[in-house]
């Protein structure tokens, strides 16, 4: 067997195109917060996680410039050996402070996060636990890990807690969970989580990338549940809220500086750019000093929910800007992001197996900068949309 038949057999991409339908990899030339640009056509943006939308706030765009005029795009090397700036060290004690923690280490990704501090903490007689629904950063963390892998149905923490009970007490054991679902929008039952965690003596590892500047002011999952301290380890990315590119994990000190001397994709990948990291940082003190954003962010979210529900679409469970709405079938989910697409709206499909076979989705999401008249307009596009699918 050619190990390459696999590339040859695969027909998905090809046969959307030659219906028309692909949706995946769309080259845009323009991309301006609310708003994407496409052959020269402006589209309405609901589709990105830019949940602030201060990709487009002057003192983030202004930081970036003066951090690539005074370091330049790249440090040229891994943090471990000639790439940490004073910047980096920085910003790692003001993103412990901003989620409440001893420390944190600042990675080059949000995927190299999870699979740098995951791995590293699963040693060969441990187990870590996951929500079916959980990131797939998350899935490849832990089977990076040496040790065992076990998972319980989305949501299902009593599926979880007899997991918990069968883990002989000589194994040290481990949840990673998402505070905000990134398909679902709901949010982790975190006071029952933290209880059933608690009483078998497993850490808790919450990953925030879709939570900061979101959730509890901005602060994420824990705050906003005001369980800061029952959370070990609080993960986040710089690609949503924080309107650059990165990621940290934040915890007790110890176990950061075990990370941080372990952690494989930390070690061995080059460090995050000055430019990237002073977005950053230009971004948590804007979240810091400009709370409106964060309440601008969930009027829009709540105008959204209670537009979709009102015209008959089925938006699931959300609870946040993250708002599903569950077409059906593969096929027409294509068919009606096109039809949005060129409509002027601009959102994302999901099809199987991401989600369920017949569980199609499109999903959307919402910025803080998003006027009311560009969400009605949205509204009106899917309705009209719906009608001619049969949706609602």
């Not at 000589?170 to 679902?181: C, K, L, Q, R």
């Not at 929008?185 to 590892?205: E, N, Q, S």
């Amino acid at each position: 067997m050619d190990i390459f038949q696999k590339c040859f057999d695969f027909d998905l991409d090809k046969q959307a195109m030659e219906k028309g339908l692909y949706p995946y990899f769309q080259p845009l030339d323009g991309l301006e917060g609310t708003e994407a640009v496409f052959h020269g056509r402006r589209l309405i943006m609901i589709g990105s996680n830019n949940y602030l939308g201060l990709t487009m706030h002057p003192k983030v765009r202004e930081a970036a410039r003066k951090a690539l005029e005074e370091f330049g795009p790249s440090c040229t090397g891994s943090r471990f050996l000639n790439g940490t700036l004073k910047l980096h060290e920085e910003l790692e004690a003001r993103l412990a402070a901003f989620v409440g923690k001893d420390a944190a280490l600042v990675f080059s990704t949000g995927m190299q996060t999870n699979l740098g501090a995951i791995s590293a903490l699963i040693g060969r007689n441990d187990v870590v636990i996951t929500d079916k629904d959980d990131h797939a950063s998350i899935v490849d963390g832990c089977r990076l890990g040496i040790g065992e892998m076990k998972r319980y149905v989305h949501g299902d923490l009593d599926q979880l807690e007899r997991i918990l009970q069968k883990i002989p007490p000589e194994s040290g054991a481990m949840v990673v969970v998402d505070g905000v679902f990134s398909m679902g929008g709901d949010i982790v039952d975190l006071p029952k989580l933290v209880d059933v965690c608690h009483r078998y003596g497993a850490r808790l590892y919450v990953d925030d990338a879709h939570s900061l500047g979101v959730l509890g002011g901005g602060r994420g999952t824990a705050w906003h549940f005001g369980l800061t301290d029952k959370v070990d380890l609080i993960m986040g990315t710089f690609s949503k809220s924080f309107a650059s590119l990165g990621g940290f994990v934040a915890g007790d000190k110890d176990v950061i500086n075990y990370i941080k001397h372990t952690a494989r994709s930390f070690i061995f990948s080059a460090s995050l750019p000055a430019p990237n990291a002073m977005a950053a940082f230009a971004a948590l003190e804007v979240m810091e000093t400009e709370p409106e954003h964060v309440q601008r962010l969930w009027e829009n979210a709540h105008f959204m929910m209670k537009g979709f529900r009102e015209l008959g679409f089925n938006i699931g469970n959300t609870q946040t800007p993250i708002i599903p709405v569950i077409i059906g079938e593969d096929e027409t989910c294509f068919r009606f992001w096109k039809e949005l697409f060129d409509g002027g709206v601009y959102t994302n499909p999901v099809i199987s197996p991401a989600v369920p076979e017949g569980m199609a989705l499109l999903r959307t999401s919402y910025m803080a900068t998003h006027t009311k008249e560009q969400l009605q307009r949205a509204l009106d596009i899917f309705e009209k949309a719906g009608k001619k699918f049969g949706i609602i």
